[in-house]
């Protein structure tokens, strides 16, 4: 009796010791240097500024990222335009998502992309004033992203979530469309300029024609060989409002466009990257400029691209579950809805939930236990917070993290700024630290730009705080361009700022 009790308690240790093992000395998912050291720092800096900060992708003996590498061998690339990946679009797989549908993607197929980009593109022509389009987050708004350029006319993306009639109104005197794409939801109570043509997308529009008859009109028609294309022309922009309310506009030239699209590529360590065997799923109704380098990001890659179909619901939480993405493009409102989600666990998730946390703090990813289960299948979480919003709406660290907790997904948390394609800097994918409660770590800055602070009022440069200036291929190459957001640089070369 005693021999047995004492091999129970033999076992019973080694157990014991082998879980303690496992669960205490387990490696990190990096090692500490590369979180230490996360950006490349100039030696030079001017009075009143800071050293100037790059991303380690891009050192200080090379140049900037500018493009996507075209070309049949490395010796002789071009940085590419949006034909460029229209060609890739051809190849890719796009589809709409929605709820209760027997396949939860609806695939459209290459040769009715094609049809409908070249149709529509024919009949908006136009080479002096732009095709306005006035839509959420859809499939039509990434259709026009091509139809319009392709046939050398400008694509401009109008604001349409949280803004008035009259804003609306002036928008469109500022743009001067000669088409407008909509939902009489949208457009309800707005004065249309009497010379533009509007397509409704949606819902009955006095005057206007329906998208789907003219998309049934594209599908009939063959597509014949698209016009040469204007490299040198402009062609997207995204009017929207500042934060006094006025009237704003980001014109994008390819080279801000390429450049964008190939730093969101390239920031991802090579075994995480995108590539053809993710579903990318676009779950956010906003249509932002971080959304629409993304949805091209998805396409240069060959990942297949679900974006919602316009009539789907809001809750967009119950279609991952349908849909079963890899990786979800959203931004910080609806993500801090979902951290919230951790405050109504139930006993066993917040156990599970704890215990994730504590994983984190070691550095490690607590992929094995999802204390959602309908986030099982997704393994990258892409978010990102407007400068224009008011700070108490950016998802802070400690948010962040309680995503990562309750997902099991790895997350990427971006700063943006209208006047820039590219985000400003964005978080690494493996970087789980938490700092101040007030400061929210952003990550270094994007491969295709380069930054500095600057003093501004009570923050001095030399104390590597100010006011964020940036230049580079996604913005303004040959000058400095003020983002107007004050930061601070951590002593691991992240840009950090207050909540």
């Known amino acids: 009796m005693l021999d047995d009790e004492v091999v129970f308690y033999c076992l019973a240790s080694g157990i014991a010791a082998l879980v303690a093992y496992f669960y205490f000395v387990q490696s990190p998912d990096t090692d500490p240097f590369i979180l230490n050291v996360q950006a490349g720092i100039s030696q030079l800096r001017h009075p009143g500024e800071t050293a100037v900060y790059r991303s380690r992708i891009t050192p200080f003996t090379g140049t900037l990222l500018s493009g996507l590498s075209i070309g049949k061998s490395a010796f002789s690339t071009r940085d590419g335009n949006l034909a460029d990946i229209w060609e890739l679009a051809q190849k890719a797989s796009i589809g709409e998502c929605s709820f209760g549908a027997t396949d939860s993607v609806n695939p459209i197929s290459s040769e009715e992309l094609a049809r409908l980009v070249y149709g529509v593109g024919k ?263 407007n400068s224009l919003n008011t700070p108490d709406r950016a998802l802070t660290t400690k948010e962040t993290n309680t995503i990562r907790a309750l997902t099991g997904a790895r997350v990427i948390h971006a700063l943006c700024s209208p006047i820039c394609a590219s985000p400003l800097a964005q978080t690494q994918l493996f970087d789980y630290r938490l700092g101040a409660d007030n400061v929210i770590n952003y990550g270094p800055v994007l491969p295709c730009l380069e930054a500095i602070l600057k003093d501004h009022g009570l923050y001095s440069a030399e104390d590597k705080k100010g006011q964020l200036w940036i230049r580079g291929p996604a913005c303004n190459n040959d000058s400095w361009t003020n983002t107007g957001i004050i930061g601070e640089w951590g002593i691991d070369g992240t840009l950090r700022t207050y909540a």
């Not at 109104?169 to 309800?188: G, N, Q, W, Y």
């Not at 006094?244 to 360590?269: C, D, F, H, R, W």
């Not at 956010?284 to 998805?298: K, N």
Request: with cysteine; hydrophobic share 45%.
């Open 123 to 385: 009949k908006l022509q136009n080479s002096q004033n732009p095709i306005a389009v006035m839509l959420p987050n859809s499939i039509e708004s990434l259709v026009l992203t091509f139809a319009g350029p392709l046939f050398g006319t400008p694509v401009v993306f109008i604001a349409v979530e949280d803004v008035s009639v009259q804003q609306l109104e002036e928008f469109l005197s500022v743009a001067k469309p000669s088409s407008i794409v909509t939902t009489a939801e949208i457009i309800r109570g707005v004065r249309v300029p009497g010379e533009a043509l509007v397509y409704s997308v949606k819902g009955d529009i006095s005057g206007a024609r329906s998208w789907s008859e003219l998309a049934a009109e594209c599908k009939q028609h063959s597509v014949e060989s698209f016009p040469e294309f204007d490299e040198v022309k402009a062609p997207v922009s995204f009017i929207y409002p500042g934060q006094a309310g006025e009237v704003k506009q980001t014109v994008l030239s390819n080279q801000n466009i390429v450049s964008a699209v190939a730093s969101q590529i390239k920031s991802l360590p090579y075994s995480q990257q995108w590539n053809d065997s993710d579903l990318v799923l676009s779950c956010t109704s906003h249509l932002s400029m971080y959304t629409f380098i993304l949805h091209l990001a998805a396409i240069v890659v060959g990942a297949r691209l679900a974006l919602p179909e316009k009539d789907s619901p809001t809750d967009l939480f119950k279609l991952i579950a349908e849909v079963q993405p890899t990786v979800l493009i959203s931004d910080d409102d609806t993500m801090k809805s979902l951290a919230g989600r951790a405050d109504r666990l139930k006993v066993l998730g917040m156990i599970k939930l704890q215990m994730a946390n504590s994983t984190l703090s070691r550095g490690i990813m607590p992929t094995t236990s999802v204390v959602l289960s309908f986030f099982k299948s997704v393994r990258l979480i892409h978010t990102s917070y």
